[in-house]
């Protein structure tokens, strides 16, 4: 079965925001998943796509947008995870064909409010977020480059970093 190159890096550097998951484990104990909803997504090629995905260079940003408030009135966090793919000639700079959308996560969170700080929460949203719609976003991409003329591109399963990119940064995956 062809698939994509293994991806990698991972652009996290140095200067990226270190994740504390220990004190991230009372949020996700207390945290159920209530839903990934789609909340846009497009697909365009710039011509036709008779390649195969080892012909080309591969790039996925995704970052997660954590929306707190609602926790604050529901107990509920959400995160709109926003992503783009794009595969590349490896001679080229312009992408022979794009994916891009937003997924939105839904958590259920049953903790008491004044035990945990809004910052946490964010991160919580931020990270878990991205986590949970990756495979949404995997097969998303698999499907339409596959329906462009796209064979083979099968995103690999995306572990939990060590660190994020600054606030409202991509998280960038390549391959290729």
Not at 13 to 22: E, F, K, P, V
Not at 100 to 111: D, E, P, Q, R, S
Request: charged content about 20%.
């Amino acid at each position: 079965m062809p698939s994509m190159p293994s991806m990698p890096s991972q652009d996290q550097t140095q200067s990226g925001r270190l994740i504390d998951y220990n004190a991230l484990g009372p949020l996700a104990d207390s945290s159920n998943l209530l839903e990934v909803i789609p909340q846009h997504f497009a697909a365009r090629s710039n011509g036709p796509l008779s390649r195969h995905a080892g012909e080309l260079r591969h790039e996925v940003k995704f970052r997660g947008v954590p929306m707190v408030d609602s926790f604050i009135e529901q107990e509920l966090v959400l995160a709109s995870v926003e992503f783009t793919y794009s595969a590349f000639m490896a001679s080229e700079d312009s992408a022979v064909c794009e994916v891009h959308g937003a997924f939105m996560v839904i958590y259920g969170l049953k903790m008491e409010k004044s035990a945990v700080s809004l910052d946490l929460i964010a991160l919580f949203a931020e990270l878990h977020g991205m986590y949970h719609a990756w495979p949404y976003i995997r097969e998303l991409v698999g499907s339409l480059v596959s329906r462009m003329g796209l064979s083979g591109v099968f995103l690999p399963v995306w572990p939990p970093p060590k660190r994020l990119p600054p606030k409202g940064e991509y998280v960038v995956v390549r391959a290729g």
